[in-house]
């Protein structure tokens, strides 16, 4: 049975490394897109990884088989090494994903040593932004990752808080961010980073965490001129209202929230780089996960073939289609989160696909 599933995520890794991108040097990559020299690139990835929040699952908690795969995807042959990690939904698993990441076989060689500068947590009480509860619930369930061969400092940390709705029970919710040097081959940048986990209910309350977080987040960026700004997460807010059948189209009327990242010159990474006039985002129907920065976006990347049946156009070819049916892609989240080992019409080989149910997403920013 060891044999076999070591065959078999074997062959799962395989597969996962043909759809990231395959990224030149950096410095190639820098002359390539004008990128100004000496100035280093920043690559975030975001992922939101259903492995704790205000419901952890023991069955999931025992087993780190989905955390692996994690570490399969994002540290796939040809991909390259990220800087930043904004995790969501770590509460309690955070630590778990850190080790996760430094066993796969390419951080062993020396190329990355992650580490844990901003973990989840979960307190009773506390001031925040919204109704003057007596008592109340503070859940931080995002984390940031970092690469120490590559961020050479953190110079501060916080925590933005916002009130929120989870399903009929109202609180507060942490959004931790840092202060980070990141340097590589071609020099060293200074980059504020933050993890959003925006509660699931209430359009106004989602759009009002956005804003807080952000302004919060520009109102520090002052004092550092010149610093780069990036905020990944699950917004659990798409850009377009409306429908999605069709995918997110190329023009519709955007959402408060986005309008007002992109009016305050914040970038959607995913769209800067994947939009087709005709067809939208390529390849999206529901998208809640963003990066978005001040700085420029030289490539970026999301999972989209992780969840092919959310596939509007260009459809994914049989070996990069990860599950091709939302039925299937459900019936091995239950098993993943629920029980632990593959069965009841989750086959073996669906069982080692599933890491989330949100696709990852990766940004080089500069």
């Given amino acids: ?51 704790g929040s205000r419901v952890r699952r023991a069955s999931d908690m025992r087993d780190g088989d989905d955390l692996r795969r994690f570490a399969d995807r994002v540290l796939s042959r040809g991909a390259r090494m990220p800087d930043v990690l904004l995790l969501q939904e770590v509460l309690g698993s955070a630590k778990r994903v850190v080790r996760a990441l430094n066993r796969h076989r390419r951080a062993r060689r020396g190329t990355a040593r992650f580490a844990l500068v901003a973990a989840p947590g979960r307190r009773t009480g506390g001031r925040c932004d919204g109704p003057r509860a007596r008592r109340h619930r503070v859940v931080r369930d995002s984390a940031i990752v970092v690469n120490r061969r590559t961020v050479r400092r953190v110079h501060r940390r916080g925590k933005v808080r916002t009130w ?85 189209r190329a023009r519709c009327r955007v959402r408060a929230a986005h309008r007002y990242l992109l009016r305050h010159g914040f970038r959607d990474a995913v769209r800067s780089r994947n939009l087709r006039q005709r067809g939208g985002v390529v390849g999206v129907r529901r998208r809640i996960d963003f990066v978005y920065t001040t700085g420029g976006v030289r490539g970026s990347w999301f999972d989209r073939c992780y969840q092919a049946f959310e596939v509007t156009r260009n459809r994914c070819r049989p070996a990069q289609s990860w599950f091709s049916s939302r039925r299937t892609f459900h019936r091995c989240q239950y098993r993943v989160t629920m029980v632990g080992r593959p069965g009841g019409m989750c086959s073996g080989r669906g069982y080692a696909r599933y890491y989330s149910d949100h696709p990852v997403v990766r940004a080089r920013l500069s």
């Fill in 164 to 248: 929120a709705s989870w399903f009929g029970e109202r609180g507060c919710a942490e959004h931790p961010w840092a202060l980070l040097t990141v340097r590589d081959g071609a020099g060293g940048r200074r980059v504020r980073v933050a993890s959003m986990h925006v509660a699931p209910t209430g359009t106004r309350l989602k759009t009002r965490a956005v804003v807080r977080t952000a302004e919060t987040l520009m109102r520090q960026h002052r004092r550092t001129p010149g610093a780069l700004l990036a905020i990944g997460g699950d917004l659990n807010l798409t850009r377009c209202k409306g429908p999605s059948r069709r995918g997110e």
């Fill in 1 to 51: 049975m060891a044999v076999l599933r070591t065959f078999v995520l074997a062959i799962v890794s395989a597969v996962g490394a043909a759809a990231f991108e395959v990224a030149p040097s950096t410095a190639a990559a820098q002359r390539a897109a004008g990128a100004p020299a000496g100035r280093a690139e920043v690559v975030v990835v975001s992922a939101n990884l259903r492995e």
